[in-house]
């Protein structure tokens, strides 16, 4: 029987509350394909966050240790991964799509001669073949791919493609046992800093329960005054996708999106947002999208509950006027 | 400062994409530019000579017409070009990719190899660290800022959520770069014509050949991706559009 490991995430001693996602993907494919489901958490000192882990259904959890793990490096964790599953092997390694991840599973597969299908959204088991969907074209397709090779293989799941709270609890705890791994000084090369945030944050977009977010398609600074007035209207926030920020057009922190922040509002209304991934991933936890765009096969379609295909020029000042009728 | 800077030809972001009849790649009759965060790995190289002097050398795989990046990179002012050309790379897994690319350039020595940090066309985000690995550098990646000092460099890498953290690292190294480090610029004219005149260096899969192995992942299907939502259309004039958006924020979204 194989084996599926599922590397959760800590930062800091802290375990990422999307690593209960990875963890409700490998249940799911544990009771698919019937093989042992088992956990690691990689660091120093993260004893507690294995034993939070083998309070959910897995065989066992690894708590895999060395000093060295601790600031993270992508070195130390491709190193100490690599002699993990050289000791505890498996067939396939789940891990949350994250920028830490990211940072060292590339060079981890390369090492073991394998690879990693990053940024996966689910998966299928056909006739006993495994197959990963992942999003291609900034999210205009879905690929089906498949891994070649014996493994192991690496796959990290986009943020928010299972559910956390699908996480099935164990009947008991699972066992946790501590390995530890050696990295020599030589094997470390970066030299990381503090973690730190550039500017205090002006405005907490998590709370908004309204949120009117600009796109590419806004095309000049001086527009987003339009989409400032349609967000007063509504009585709403001001967001935007990356590009915008990065013209400085709007700050950093009205960002949504993988580098920004992730909301949740009753209502975004997006607009000239084509909605490549790592802005969906920012915002597809809304409980209704609205979107207004031209062209009529953006993605951002994919997940709108209602949609206006055209030029938000001519459609967002009608829209203000019949807005503030409404509210008298 | 000698800096490579791996480049790829993606689709235009607006460009309509159909998939063939196979259903395994999209038809190629369509318009392609430079892979957006490229764009701004070639700047930064550009910029990071114009302070320490040296040599940006661009490299694309892929076919004929990506030449078309390494030209518009030649005329912002890279000094030369190396273009693995052929169909034969188009399909090619991120670490065959890399692979190649490590192949192409093994007989130059590098102080800093940057990619974008992830492509609009597959996004693995992961050519930049496999070749970091096999050609033995340390690497960081997302970066939005990179000084050099006398030990190597400090680069700013950003994390999730607005935090950012700061890397000492030695050279050689490999970065991959995120969009918005700088702002970029447009090619001047004498650029353009000085472009004609730098050095391109072809390399056929004939001569990496040794170095890149089978897929390990294989794309089986592309296929249009499955609405989670019910999507409504709201079609008209803009007047009666905006009408009907209001009667559903009002009544069905209850926002207003």
């Known amino acids: 029987m194989d084996t599926i490991l599922v590397v959760v995430e800590q930062r800091e001693g802290k375990l990422n509350r999307v690593s209960w996602e990875t963890i409700a993907a490998g249940q799911a494919i544990a009771a698919h394909t019937g093989w042992t489901l088992e956990a690691a958490v990689v660091g120093s000192g993260v004893a507690a966050i294995a034993g939070e882990v083998a309070a959910k259904k897995v065989a066992k959890v690894y708590d895999v240790e060395s000093a060295r793990l601790e600031p993270y490096t992508p070195d130390a964790f491709a190193h100490a991964l690599r002699e993990f599953l050289g000791k505890h092997p498996a067939k396939l390694v789940l891990m949350p799509h994250t920028y830490q991840v990211r940072d060292f599973v590339p060079k981890l597969a390369t090492a073991l001669q394998t690879t990693a299908i990053t940024d996966a959204i689910g998966y299928k088991y056909e006739g006993g073949k495994l197959l990963f969907t992942r999003q291609m074209f900034q999210g205009k397709f879905v690929a089906d791919v498949s891994f070649a090779g014996s493994g192991p293989y690496f796959v990290t799941f986009q943020n928010g493609s299972f559910r956390a709270d699908k996480v099935e609890a164990g009947t008991a705890a699972a066992p946790v046992e501590t390995v530890n791994v050696d990295v020599p000084d030589a094997v470390v090369r970066n030299k990381p800093q503090e973690v730190f945030k550039e500017a205090k944050q002006a405005v907490d977009l998590t709370q908004a329960e309204i949120i009117v977010s600009v796109g590419r398609g806004i095309k000049e600074q001086k527009n987003i005054e339009l989409a400032k007035q349609l967000a007063d209207a509504l009585g709403g926030e001001l967001a935007a996708s990356r590009p915008i920020c990065d013209n400085g057009w709007l700050p950093m922190d009205r960002q949504i999106g993988s580098s920004g922040q992730t909301v949740a509002p009753k209502l975004y209304l997006a607009l000239g947002i084509s909605g490549a991934i790592q802005h969906i991933v920012g915002m597809k936890g809304a409980r209704s999208v609205v979107a207004i765009n031209k062209d009529s096969e953006a993605p951002i379609f994919e997940i709108a509950d209602y949609a206006i295909v055209g030029n938000l020029f001519d459609i967002v000042p009608p829209l203000i006027e019949e807005i503030k009728k409404a509210k008298g | ?256």
């Open chain 2, 1 to 256: 400062m000698k800096i490579l800077v791996c480049m790829k030809q993606v689709p235009q972001k607006d460009a309509p994409l159909k998939l063939n009849d196979a259903g395994t790649w999209i038809r190629d009759d369509v318009s392609y530019e430079v892979n957006e965060p490229d764009a701004f790995a070639l700047e930064e190289a550009l910029r990071q000579k114009e302070k320490h002097k040296g040599e940006v050398v661009v490299v694309t795989a892929g076919p004929a017409r990506a030449m078309q990046v390494l030209r518009e990179a030649l005329a912002k002012g890279a000094d030369r070009a190396i273009h693995l050309e052929g169909d034969a790379f188009v399909g090619l897994d991120a670490y065959n990719t890399a692979r190649a690319i490590a192949a192409a350039i093994k007989d130059e020595k590098f102080d800093l190899i940057f990619t974008g940090l992830q492509s609009d066309d597959y996004g693995y985000a992961q050519t930049g660290v496999i070749l970091a690995e096999i050609l033995g550098l340390p690497h960081a990646t997302i970066i939005m800022q990179i000084e050099k000092n006398e030990a190597g460099i400090r680069v700013k890498r950003e994390l999730e959520a607005g935090f950012f953290q700061f890397v000492d690292m030695s050279l050689p190294a490999v970065l991959t770069i995120q969009s918005g480090i700088n702002k970029l610029r447009y090619a001047t004219l004498i650029g353009i014509k000085q472009a004609k005149t730098k050095p391109l260096r072809k390399v056929t899969m004939d001569e990496v050949q040794s170095a890149v192995g089978g897929n390990l992942q294989k794309i089986e299907k592309l296929h249009v991706p499955q609405k989670s939502k019910n999507t409504e259309f709201l079609e008209g004039p803009p007047a009666e559009v905006a009408k009907k958006l209001v009667e559903k924020l009002k009544n069905e979204l209850r926002v207003i």
